[in-house]
């Protein structure tokens, strides 16, 4: 559980910083698309070879003409060496910090700026079923995060089958009552080999977006093939990113 890559992209300014492990283990994680890995926890993907110290980190961020700096994962929020690097990044360097995503089970943190949060589902149960955890650690998480200041989005992925529009329309309705202004995106499913569930259609995915701007201002969609996932540097310029570490 630790930071082994960082990559910039220079059109956006953007660093941004991998963890390797997770706290949940959803069944269904996009990971596995490029490792087949089992779904156990903390097994996103398969272990790296090298973790990287924290200094060498730092050197490269601060080398970097960098505006913003993003942390992801697996779920990096576990990673020890993250408060360290939010404080220089935002203190130090003056950089706008970032989790791209997490699954907001150690909401709020010190330093971090913006935080984009992917919900699993509504019902308590089914919460428990695919993560492993309790829906409650994740809401009252994004609830405290949201009401302390941070700039906070939300991110859900439609499964049919599982995950339907029923699930997320009350998240989104959720949501409205922190604020209509929080922006959701709603993923459509990329099937996970193994798993049961099929990509929902395009119609699937503009039904469960009308539902949810019954209550929010922002909400929009996307809706890949896996083919498209583990590709996305080459058609979307917001991933094409060098590896510097």
């Not at 980190?57 to 993003?70: D, Q």
């Not at 990044?89 to 943190?109: D, F, M, Q, W």
């Not at 529009?165 to 949501?175: D, K, R, T, V």
Request: proline content about 7%.
């Amino acid at each position: 559980m630790a930071f082994y890559k960082l990559t910039f992209n220079q059109k956006y300014r953007s660093a941004t910083i991998y963890n390797y492990g997770c706290t949940f283990r959803c069944p269904v994680c996009s990971y596995k698309l490029r490792s087949g890995a089992d779904g156990m926890p903390g097994q996103s993907f398969p272990r790296p070879e090298l973790f990287p110290a924290l200094a060498e980190f730092k050197k490269t961020l601060a080398g970097l003409a960098a505006e913003r700096v993003f942390f992801m994962g697996g779920e990096p929020t576990i990673a020890p060496d993250l408060p360290e690097l939010l404080h220089f990044a935002k203190h130090e360097l003056g950089l706008e910090t970032a989790l791209g995503h997490t699954n907001g089970s150690r909401l709020p943190i010190a330093d971090l700026d913006m935080a984009n949060v992917g919900f699993k589902a509504w019902d308590e149960q089914l919460h428990l079923t695919f993560t492993g955890r309790p829906k409650s650690l994740i809401y009252d998480n994004f609830k405290t995060a949201f009401h302390s200041g941070m700039k906070m989005k939300a991110n859900i992925i439609l499964i049919p089958g599982l995950v339907e529009i029923e699930q997320i329309a009350a998240i989104a309705e959720w949501l409205s009552r922190l604020s209509t202004e929080i922006p959701l995106h709603i993923n459509g499913y990329i099937p996970v080999p193994g798993q049961p569930f099929e990509k929902p259609s395009d119609m699937n995915v503009a039904d469960v977006v009308d539902a949810c701007r019954q209550y929010l201002n922002t909400v929009d969609s996307s809706n890949i093939s896996p083919e498209t996932a583990v590709g996305l540097s080459e058609r979307d310029d917001r991933f094409d990113s060098v590896r510097i570490i």
